[in-house]
């Protein structure tokens, strides 16, 4: 049985209920936070000083890789949910693109055993929308959804045509299932780094914007068209931000998301041929820093995720272009937000409901508040630590922060 804990004046951020206050609070692992005198009523309490302190609702994550199924060299449900639980995240998305890929049900419901027996963080995956995501026969979206996954993606996995996605489309609508893309017109996006001064200036083979927006139009009509639920994942540009801004504008379905290093980091971080900057979508201009940074401020943009890939040391140490793409984030992710308030770019009421009750709407889960029995986590804002230090619990330390002192970390979680 979990011991409660109260913590005596304690500031207390719940965007889901409009909270933003100092006061006790209880707290418990399984039971909904108990705010005020009530937090005080049960004698067999822990008691704890709660001055300076933040307590939030466990944060919700719309995209990590967690590197099972299939090889654990880059890490394993187990160590990056425990990454994800030290970062914050009690509550994970799960992209399909694993090995099998999860396009049947039985694969689905073995990762979400998997995490449970972790018990550290729940995962929620998303299904195929094409058997093996090879991107032609569609894959069995009712028994992915039965099996629990919240969605289905093709991940960056091409698809055959444009008819084809469509189809996949209409099935999704039909099924009632929200559709989660990662957008990339492949025959745009052979390159290996931003289309801009730095690609050219090294020789690198350019990925222009339009490989994204390109396709984010595409999908922007054929949601139109068939009415489907869709959620646009990790957008790179200002454009992108506008053609989500139009589709909002017409009412359409969608929810959009950005992952934090992309509202910390441009193509200059690529200087020097440094591997650890080969993300994907890569990373691009200040302006377009600046404009996703304002699409999650204005609510454009709904939701912030990790974009978490760990991997091994190995796979960074190939050219650049050859290097595998992806940054270890989940335990960066609350430091580098609480870094976007303290540079006036976001309230801190902005950036905690981009990592709660946003994302938990567009899984239209019960969580994502503290309301609920979904989990809640104390956080120090003024703690300094350094990244990828002995506390570092992922696999992968493939961060581009690595050695970087940062401010702010969880201290408790439950």
């Given at each position: 049985?979990?011991?409660?804990?109260?913590?005596?004046?304690?500031?207390?951020?719940?965007?889901?209920?409009?909270?933003?206050?100092?006061?006790?609070?209880?707290?418990?692992?399984?039971?909904?936070?108990?705010?005020?005198?009530?937090?005080l009523s049960d004698s067999s309490i822990e008691i704890r000083d709660g001055k300076g302190l933040w307590l939030t609702p466990a944060f919700v994550d719309l995209c990590a890789r967690l590197r099972e199924p299939g090889p654990k060299k880059h890490g394993t449900i187990a160590s990056e949910t425990r990454a994800a639980r030290a970062g914050g995240f009690g509550h994970v998305v799960m992209p399909p693109d694993t090995n099998p890929v999860i396009d049947h049900g039985a694969l689905a419901a073995q990762v979400i055993e998997k995490a449970q027996a972790a018990g550290f963080a729940k995962v929620?995956?998303?299904?195929?929308?094409?058997?093996?995501?090879?991107?032609?026969?569609?894959?069995?979206?009712g028994g992915l959804k039965a099996a629990g996954c919240v969605g289905v993606s093709q991940a960056r996995n091409p698809l055959a045509s444009t008819e084809t996605l469509l189809r996949c489309l209409e099935y999704a609508s039909s099924m009632d299932?929200?559709?989660f893309f990662s957008l990339e017109e492949p025959s745009l996006a052979k390159g290996s780094a931003h289309d801009g001064f730095m690609a050219s200036r090294m020789g690198l083979t350019g990925i222009p914007d339009t490989a994204e927006t390109v396709a984010l139009a595409t999908a922007i009509l054929l949601v139109e068209q068939t009415g489907v639920r869709a959620h646009i994942g990790q957008l790179s540009c200002a454009a992108s931000v506008e053609l989500i801004r139009y589709a909002k504008a017409k009412g359409l379905p969608v929810?959009?998301?950005?992952?934090?290093?992309?509202?910390?980091?441009?193509?200059?971080?690529?200087?020097?041929?440094?591997?650890?900057?080969?993300?994907?979508?890569?990373?691009?201009r200040e302006s377009d820093r600046l404009a996703l940074i304002a699409g999650v401020r204005d609510g454009v943009i709904d939701a912030i995720c990790s974009d978490h890939q760990p991997l091994n040391a190995s796979a960074k140490l190939a050219p650049f272009a050859e290097a595998l793409p992806g940054m270890s984030t989940l335990e960066t992710v609350l430091p580098l937000g609480l870094r976007l308030v303290t540079n006036g770019d976001l309230t801190e009421q902005r950036l905690i409901e981009a990592l709660t009750s946003a994302p938990a709407g567009v899984i239209a889960q019960p969580i994502g508040s503290l309301s609920l029995a979904s989990g809640a986590v104390v956080?120090?804002?003024?703690?300094?630590?350094?990244?990828?230090?002995?506390?570092?619990?992922?696999?992968?330390?493939?961060?581009?922060?690595?050695?970087?002192?940062?401010?702010?970390?969880?201290?408790?979680?439950?």
């Open positions: 049985m979990s011991t409660a804990i109260v913590y005596r004046g304690i500031r207390v951020i719940d965007p889901a209920q409009g909270l933003d206050l100092v006061t006790d609070a209880r707290i418990c692992a399984g039971e909904p936070t108990i705010l005020g005198e009530a937090a929620y995956p998303l299904g195929a929308m094409t058997r093996g995501l090879e991107g032609s026969a569609l894959a069995g979206m299932m929200t559709v929810t959009a998301d950005v992952s934090m290093h992309q509202l910390h980091l441009t193509e200059m971080a690529i200087d020097g041929f440094n591997a650890m900057a080969h993300v994907r979508p890569p990373l691009r956080i120090d804002p003024l703690l300094s630590w350094q990244a990828c230090d002995a506390n570092w619990q992922s696999v992968g330390r493939n961060s581009l922060f690595a050695g970087q002192t940062l401010s702010g970390r969880v201290i408790e979680s439950v």
